[in-house]
């Protein structure tokens, strides 16, 4: 079974190392996973290569998500709620499924740490971060998502986008306007790793809140730094996130489930080194 990753660059990908663990706990001695460095003006002819060398399912990272969604026969509904795909099945009729298990990673990650139902959640950033994210945070009915973002516009069109799909009650603010506490905050803003704090008011970290930033890499973000100094109970970076969606895509193209903390603990083991 060949597997790969596609994107440019695509040399730091890290989903090659998570996804050949996957297969090492249901001993898939023909699992073939490996990356792809696709030409920026080139997706489509090097998907259409891959497929006609056997291969049955990818992920795809920056830039390439775009392209992936339009390559696709068709999408799941969170993926075209993301507008977005990350990863493609080929099915036996040589048609391709395209999905989006970002939120689903996300929210897996969440709940290793904190139940949703009936949470006040605050989701920072009206990008496509966000877009993907919102129907699987709405599908575990927390009391309420607001949404946001610098430019206040964004976050109320994004809010009213959604709001017909979704029963749990949505709204859209910028960020001087974000009123109340909550009880999970999360960063889906593109400034995951500058030095600036984002102007948010100190009192939406509400007690024992958790705080979710999307980015991970060596130390601590601004973000993070702010919540914690903000009296956050619990602070997150999305290393979790990148294994969750993972295992989303795994059990996408095998149907099997695979453990994430194995895996997990040794991408965090690296990452620390």
Same mark, same amino acid.
């Given at each position: ?156 069109? +994004? @809010? #009213? ?6 029963? =749990?009650? $949505?709204? *859209?603010? &910028?960020?001087?306007?974000?009123? /109340? ?42 973000? +993070? @730094? #702010? ?6 109970? =619990?602070? $997150?970076? *999305?290393? &979790?996130?990148?294994?969750?969606? /993972? ?27």
């Amino acid at each position: 079974m060949r597997f790969a990753v596609f994107g440019n660059p695509i040399a730091q990908s890290r989903s090659p190392l998570i996804q050949t663990a996957f297969a090492a706990q249901f001993d898939l001695p023909d699992f073939d996973y490996g990356r792809i460095l696709a030409p920026l003006d080139g997706f489509a002819a090097a998907l259409r290569e891959f497929i006609a060398q056997s291969g049955v399912g990818c992920n795809i990272t920056m830039p390439f998500k775009e392209d992936a969604f339009r390559a696709c026969t068709r999408v799941t509904e969170r993926a075209a709620a993301a507008g977005v795909v990350n990863t493609i099945r080929v099915e036996t009729d040589g048609t391709l499924l395209g999905d989006n298990t970002d939120g689903a990673g996300l929210v897996a990650d969440l709940l290793r740490h904190t139940a949703l139902a009936g949470k006040r959640i605050l989701l920072l950033g009206a990008g496509g971060a966000a877009r993907g994210v919102l129907l699987p945070l709405a599908a575990e009915q927390p009391a309420g998502i607001v949404i946001a973002n610098r430019t206040a516009a964004k976050a109320e069109a +994004l @809010a #009213q986008e959604f709001s017909g799909q979704i029963a =749990t009650p $949505l709204a *859209g603010a &910028g960020f001087d306007a974000i009123a /109340g506490e909550f009880d999970v905050v999360i960063n889906a803003t593109a400034a995951g790793f500058d030095a600036a704090a984002l102007p948010l008011p100190a009192r939406v970290f509400a007690p024992g809140c958790v705080a979710y930033e999307m980015v991970y890499g060596k130390g601590e973000t601004a973000f +993070l @730094a #702010q919540a914690r100094a903000a009296g956050a109970k =619990t602070c $997150l970076d *999305g290393l &979790g996130m990148l294994v969750c969606q /993972g295992a989303e895509s795994f059990r996408l193209w095998t149907g099997l489930t695979p453990d994430v903390e194995p895996v997990l603990a040794r991408m965090r083991a690296e990452l620390t080194a």
